[in-house]
């Protein structure tokens, strides 16, 4: 073989390596952005998500949770993960960046969704399209402005995703759903009331025992007292849950303590549903997003997920920069991630709460809402579950701390 010949085999052999390589690497963007794709659960759907100058080591890591949930729906038919075919949400960061992100709330959604508003200068949304005025002032971006301009993921959610990079974050599951009551339904201390109003009555209302003849009032007539009370001490209420959350060795005021354990109506003993009585309004039926499992809401057989755990933040999260080739928006992330996100959660408070349970009703959630998410995510929640049963429910019906 002559030398020219030789060299022009070598050339045409590294061209089609390298063209090779940037097919495998680099996602190829949809022709048509009407065109669906039909989804099997228990089929994985590979898709790039590791970018050129991504580590090995981080490869490893991504690809490995991402690999481990693939093989459990491709090879069990039955577990509960296949039988949730289509995401309950799917929301594009920005046309530009092309990566899809499931909402997981209560698993740093707040962060996310200041960065996404970001990304596609969503700060002022307009009120003719969207009509979110409120006493004529504009709302600041929320999810529901995201999901506004959201228009083209439509039903199935997830073939709109096409090869694009598609994300969620993660965190251990019981202490999602504790970090989810006490900023929601705790001591009813959502400023906003929305929880407290839509779920948390009912749940303090049908759970809570009262004897009426101690108040000389009927249920009805103390529980619209206890919600103007509530009300009119929101912001109060709220003071104290972030005190004692943020401060471990911080004492209620006298005045405070009289407001949460108001001895003249058992509705305001303590304002707000106790853990115990929010499980019992979970296991009866009631349903939030905020508590909402993992697997029911993203559908991740349906979606090759890069999976991001909550507890290795920023640095995951910046990971996925990275990824998507958006190093530049590690700033804005690292800041609304150390201004929102205050953790708080130690295995003896968490015990505190779950132990304030009846041992069977902790024994339910744990199999219908937490078990298949602490196995998918291979988060060790075993341990701690056995732990609590073992030691029994404690004598408390509301703990804070």
Same mark, same amino acid.
């Given at each position: 073989?002559s030398?020219?010949l030789?060299?022009?085999?070598?050339r045409?052999?590294?061209s089609v390596?390298?063209?090779?390589?940037?097919?495998?690497?680099?996602?190829i963007p949809?022709?048509?952005?009407n065109?669906?794709?039909?989804i099997?659960?228990?089929?994985s759907?590979?898709?790039?998500?590791?970018s050129m100058n991504?580590?090995s080591a981080?490869?490893?890591?991504?690809?490995?949770?991402s690999?481990?949930i693939?093989?459990?729906?491709?090879t069990?038919?039955?577990?509960?993960?296949?039988?949730?075919?289509?995401p309950?949400?799917?929301?594009?960061?920005s046309p530009?960046?092309n990566?899809f992100?499931c909402?997981v709330?209560?698993?740093?959604?707040?962060q996310?969704?200041k960065l996404?508003?970001?990304?596609?200068?969503?700060?002022?949304?307009?009120r003719?399209?969207?009509?979110?005025f409120?006493?004529?002032k504009p709302l600041?971006?929320?999810i529901?402005?995201?999901?506004?301009h959201n228009?083209?993921?439509r039903?199935?959610?997830?073939?709109?995703?096409g090869?694009q990079?598609?994300f969620?974050?993660?965190?251990?599951?019981?202490?999602?759903?504790?970090s989810?009551?006490r900023?929601?339904?705790?001591?009813a201390?959502?400023?906003?009331?929305?929880?407290?109003e839509?779920?948390?009555?009912?749940?303090?209302?049908?759970y809570?025992?009262v004897n009426?003849l101690?108040?000389?009032k009927?249920?009805f007539?103390l529980?619209?007292e206890a919600?103007t009370?509530i009300?009119?001490n929101?912001?109060?209420?709220?003071l104290?849950?972030?005190?004692?959350?943020?401060? *471990?060795?911080?004492?209620l005021?006298? @005045?405070?303590?009289? /407001?949460?354990?108001n001895?003249?109506? !058992?509705? #305001?003993? &303590?304002?707000?549903?106790?853990?115990?009585e929010?499980?019992k309004?979970?296991?009866?039926?009631?349903?939030?997003?905020h508590i909402?499992?993992?697997?029911?809401?993203?559908?991740p057989?349906?979606?090759?997920?890069?999976i991001l *755990?909550?507890d290795?933040?920023?640095? @995951?999260?910046f990971? /996925?920069l990275d990824?998507?080739?958006? !190093?530049? #928006?590690? &700033?804005?992330?690292?800041?609304?991630?150390e201004?929102r996100y205050v953790?708080?959660k130690?295995?003896e408070?968490?015990i505190r709460?779950?132990?304030?349970?009846p041992?069977?009703?902790?024994?339910?959630?744990?199999?219908?809402?937490?078990r298949?998410?602490?196995?998918l995510y291979?988060?060790p929640?075993?341990?701690?579950?056995d732990?609590?049963?073992?030691?029994?429910?404690?004598?408390q019906d509301?703990?804070?701390?």
């Open positions: 073989m030398p020219n030789s060299a022009n085999c070598w045409i052999f590294i390596s390298a063209i090779a390589t940037f097919l495998v690497f680099v996602p949809e022709l048509n952005s065109s669906k794709r039909v099997t659960p228990g089929i759907y590979s898709r790039n998500f590791v991504f580590t981080n490869y490893t890591k991504y690809a490995n949770r690999n481990y693939n093989n459990i729906c491709s069990n038919p039955g577990h509960p993960v296949n039988h949730v075919t289509t309950e949400d799917i929301i594009n960061m530009e960046l990566v992100w909402p709330f209560k698993a740093g959604s707040s996310w969704v996404f508003c970001g990304a596609r200068d969503l700060s002022k949304p307009s003719t399209e969207y009509g979110l409120k006493k004529h600041s971006c929320n529901q402005v995201l999901r506004a228009g083209h993921c039903e199935p959610r997830q073939a709109c995703v090869l990079t598609s969620m974050v993660v965190r251990d599951p019981l202490a999602r759903f504790l989810a009551f900023n929601k339904w705790e001591l201390n959502s400023e906003s009331g929305f929880h407290w839509k779920s948390g009555v009912k749940a303090v209302f049908k809570r025992y009426t101690l108040y000389n009927n249920p007539d529980m619209q919600k009370v009300k009119n929101q912001h109060n209420l709220h104290i849950v972030e005190n004692t959350r943020r401060n *471990k060795s911080y004492i005021t006298p @005045e405070e303590h009289n /407001l949460i354990h001895q003249s109506n !058992p509705y #305001l003993n &303590p304002p707000g549903p106790t853990l115990r929010l499980v309004w979970v296991l009866s039926g009631g349903s939030d997003p909402i499992p993992y697997y029911q809401y993203c559908a057989c349906t979606l090759n997920y890069v *755990k909550l290795k933040f920023p640095d @995951e999260a990971d /996925l990824m998507i080739g958006h !190093p530049a #928006l590690k &700033p804005e992330l690292r800041d609304q991630f201004r953790p708080w130690t295995e408070c968490m709460y779950y132990r304030t349970l041992a069977e009703d902790f024994k339910k959630m744990y199999e219908t809402m937490w298949v998410d602490c196995e291979q988060y929640c075993q341990e701690f579950y732990k609590v049963i073992e030691m029994g429910p404690s004598d509301f703990v804070l701390c």
